[in-house]
């Protein structure tokens, strides 16, 4: 006998391809709202555009740690909702397949995809985030480089500002050239040219050359005259901050790998309060993984409607499950590695009370005869929309006009 009957290649089929459907959405969708907010960061920040694109790049396992498990349970939940809706469901079971039976190929994609979420969760997002933050701290301090903003004063160190009307060239040839330059003497430096551009210094790697083209330069010292001075080229000497490097890794619990945070969790050395904090993002992120392995559980308890009805109340009710439970564990986690709140009871009580909700809806559904997960639920949402259909069918008859009197 074979181990994938035509069967469940065929549920295979039904799944994969939602499946996969609303992992690349849910994906998208994050990507998209973070990738607005980085564009107008690195705007901000003068920095080169594409910075933009290595910083989603590292947030692409944070997302799909999310969008993984949401995407698994609505492929389950969709293909099992079609097989009910369109009566296959009933044939399969008529044959003696059980809902156990049929969450064979469900229950593989499962563990395949658990397995790689925690290896994302696990080893990957945490290096990811350390690079993510490490490109944050290069973008603040001007080490991606920094671009002149055209039309506004720009410091390129604390005793120069440089305004800049025209930009060519990629920045190449600026016009229109505007800096004030000051020492510690009180020397002010008042300097305007027709254009210039930036230069190199050959075995000077932190000064940069400013080249201006035909200007004027008025010297201002304190209890003297000023004195102009015109010129037909002028270089400008900018000597570069100096940047120091970015931090190793560790410096939050979520660049922590796995085994780092059970050794720091567990550490009697460390002072309390660090080994409460590493043993909460321990927990949280394993309670993220193993909840995976009840989710097929959860899709088809909410996949099949009532008898004799097309209700999509389960999909709506699955997705605020899945994220309430999410937001919980979020919630939990923050308040534990406060060490308001024990890691262990915070986190893996939601864990076991989802779960057994999941189980007793799993059981409702497979081995009650005519059971439903949320029953009461879809009564109570017919109930409502009966009243809104004969609502609407009021409004749209409008008033009731008075019969006209007899003439007579």
Do not use: C
């Amino acid at each position: 006998m074979k181990f994938l009957s035509a069967i469940d290649r065929y549920i295979f089929r039904l799944v994969l391809m939602p499946m996969l459907g609303i992992f690349v959405l849910a994906a998208s969708l994050l990507v998209l709202d973070k990738m607005l907010r980085l564009f107008d960061f690195v705007a901000t920040e003068g920095g080169p555009i594409g910075v933009v694109f290595k910083m989603l790049a590292n947030l692409l396992p944070e997302y799909a740690s999310l969008a993984i498990p949401l995407g698994l349970m609505l492929g389950i939940l969709l293909a099992f909702r079609k097989l009910a809706t369109s009566s296959e469901l009933d044939v399969m079971r008529a044959v003696g397949l059980s809902y156990t039976r049929l969450l064979r190929v469900p229950y593989i994609l499962a563990l395949l995809l658990a397995a790689l979420n925690f290896a994302i969760v696990g080893y990957l997002q945490p290096l990811a985030r350390y690079y993510y933050e490490e490109l944050n701290y290069e973008l603040k301090s001007g080490a991606l480089g920094a671009s002149i903003k055209v039309g506004e004063f720009n410091a390129l160190k604390d005793r120069i500002a440089l305004r800049v009307d025209e930009s060519r060239d990629n920045g190449r040839r600026l016009i229109g050239i505007f800096a004030r330059v000051a020492n510690q003497k009180g020397q002010v430096l008042s300097i305007s040219a027709r254009e210039g551009k930036f230069l190199a210094l050959k075995g000077a790697p932190d000064t940069i050359i400013l080249r201006l083209d035909q200007g004027q330069i008025i010297q201002d010292m304190p209890g003297k005259s000023p004195r102009v001075l015109s010129f037909t080229r002028h270089d400008l000497p900018i000597e570069l901050p100096q940047i120091e490097k970015f931090r190793k890794r560790g410096g939050s619990d979520r660049e922590y790998l796995l085994p780092e945070l059970a050794k720091l969790g567990w550490n009697k050395d460390l002072p309390k309060e660090e080994r409460i904090s590493s043993q909460a993002n321990f927990n949280y992120r394993m309670v993220e993984v193993i909840m995976m392995l009840l989710l097929p559980l959860l899709a088809v308890a909410l996949a099949i409607p009532p008898k004799r009805s097309t209700s999509a109340l389960g999909l709506f009710v699955s997705i605020v499950m899945v994220v309430a439970y999410h937001k919980v564990n979020q919630y939990a986690a923050d308040v534990a590695s406060l060490g308001r709140m024990n890691p262990i009871l915070g986190l893996w009580g939601p864990f076991f009370v989802f779960s057994a909700l999941i189980l007793w809806m799993y059981w409702r559904v497979a081995y009650v005869p005519g059971g439903q997960a949320i029953g009461w639920l879809e009564k109570g949402a017919e109930i409502v929309v009966k009243r809104l259909k004969s609502l609407l069918k009021r409004t749209k008859r409008g008033p009731l006009l008075p019969e006209p009197a007899d003439p007579s």
